[in-house]
Each structure stands twice: as C-alpha cells, then as structure tokens.
C-alpha cells in the first residue's frame, strides 16, 4: 500500500520539511501520481549524540522498531532525515525488500572531491566522523571545538523553534570556517539546519544534505522528479 516509509521525529520540524521537499521534487499534477507514503515522527527515539557521547541510550532498538514498523506496513523504501541516525546504521537490519537511501553518501556523491568540504552537523556526527569514514577522496575542514559547540547551538535552538538564535549561532560557526579556507563547501549536515537553508545559501556556499535526501528518496521510489 505504502511505497515510501519516513523514518522521522528526529527532529519533528525538519520531519516535516522532508516530507514536504519530497513533494516538491515530485513530478505530479494529481494526488494519485505523489508518493504514497507514511511518516513515522517517533520523537520519543533516544538523542542519538547522547548516545554517541557516551551519556545517553542507545537509539538502536527503537530505531529497530520503527524500521520493522515500516516494513510490515508493506513500505519499499525507507529514509531517515536525520544525519546522525546514520552513525547506527551498521547496528540495523532491514528486510530484502527495503531499500535505505543513505543521506550520508548520497551527499558526499553529490558534493564531488573538488572543494574542501566542512561538515555542520551534531557534535555526535563530527566526534564519530560519519562523513568522513563514508568519504572517498573528499577532503575535510574539521570544526574548532568552539566552531562545534556554535553549530551544536544552533541545531538545539532550531528543535526549540528559536530560528533567529539559531541563524545567528550557525552563521558565527560558518564565518569563522570561511576567515580560514574561502573554497569551503558547507555541508548542512543536520536536518535541524536545513530549516536555515535559504538563509545560510544566501551568504555561503553550501549543500543540504536534506535536500539532496529528498531528490534521491523520490527517484528510488521509481518516481519521476523535478
């Protein structure tokens, strides 16, 4: 029945903009040629940089579920809007007849080896190196530890819907960045930041990872795609 299984809740705002970009990268001109689908926004998955930090539970088994959740409802295909999520994947079993389209690699794909590359995700994400041990031939410009701590802000005032915060703690994090590599490619690499996006693109340089999510999710569904 379903072709589509969004793994969501992580968090709930950037859920519904995924969803929403899925739309519109859908080529359709009535309801019947959109992507059935079903979104799972569990926001009650463990925080998956606790976990990475070594404070908190381990979001595995409930990550589990909810794939097993999707999977009996029939669905083919199944992403998750959430970067860090994508640090447990290893620890995940998904049926035969899933497909996970996998935002981490089909971001670096499309940021090609030409530019250095900065990752602006969770501080779980850049501790473990999700990126860079997905990454063949990129090359990266790793987050001062204050950098870091500015991205980590913004994610959190994004979750708590403080935008105006958020921007002003992304773009410090993002010119300190620029005053030492001006070739920088940005990667929003959490889907909290992706809310910022236009905002952000209209002063650097950057690739959503988000973004680039949606266009490959509707083109694995077998969907024709704007």
């Known amino acids: 029945m379903y072709k589509l299984g969004i793994l969501g809740g992580m968090g709930p705002e950037a859920t519904a903009l995924f969803l929403s970009r899925v739309i519109a990268h859908t080529k359709a001109d009535t309801d019947e040629e959109h992507i059935p689908c079903i979104v799972l926004n569990n926001t009650l998955i463990p925080d998956r940089t606790a976990a990475l930090l070594g404070v908190g539970e381990s979001p595995v088994e409930a990550l589990q579920a909810d794939v097993d959740?999707?999977?009996?409802?029939?669905?083919?295909?199944?992403?998750?809007?959430?970067?860090?999520?994508?640090?447990?994947?290893?620890?995940?079993?998904?049926?035969?007849?899933?497909?996970?389209?996998?935002?981490?690699?089909?971001?670096?794909?499309?940021?090609?080896?030409?530019?250095?590359?900065?990752?602006?995700?969770?501080?779980?994400?850049?501790?473990?190196?999700?990126?860079?041990?997905?990454?063949?031939?990129?090359?990266?410009?790793?987050?001062?530890?204050?950098?870091?701590?500015?991205?980590?802000?913004?994610?959190?005032?994004?979750k708590a819907s403080r935008h105006a915060e958020a921007k002003v703690r992304l773009f410090s994090a993002a010119e300190s960045v620029f005053s030492r590599e001006k070739d920088v490619l940005f990667l929003l690499s959490c889907t909290e930041l992706s809310v910022l996006r236009e905002a952000f693109e209209a002063k650097f340089d950057a690739l959503d990872a988000l973004e680039v999510l949606a266009v490959e999710t509707v083109a694995a569904c077998d969907y024709p795609t704007l």
């Open 69 to 158: 959740t999707l999977a009996a409802l029939g669905v083919e295909v199944i992403a998750t809007p959430c970067n860090t999520a994508h640090a447990f994947l290893s620890e995940l079993v998904f049926p035969e007849h899933v497909t996970f389209v996998n935002m981490v690699e089909e971001t670096l794909r499309a940021a090609g080896t030409e530019r250095p590359l900065c990752v602006l995700g969770t501080t779980g994400l850049n501790r473990v190196g999700v990126y860079e041990s997905a990454a063949d031939g990129h090359r990266f410009i790793p987050l001062t530890e204050e950098e870091q701590t500015a991205a980590m802000d913004a994610i959190t005032l994004v």
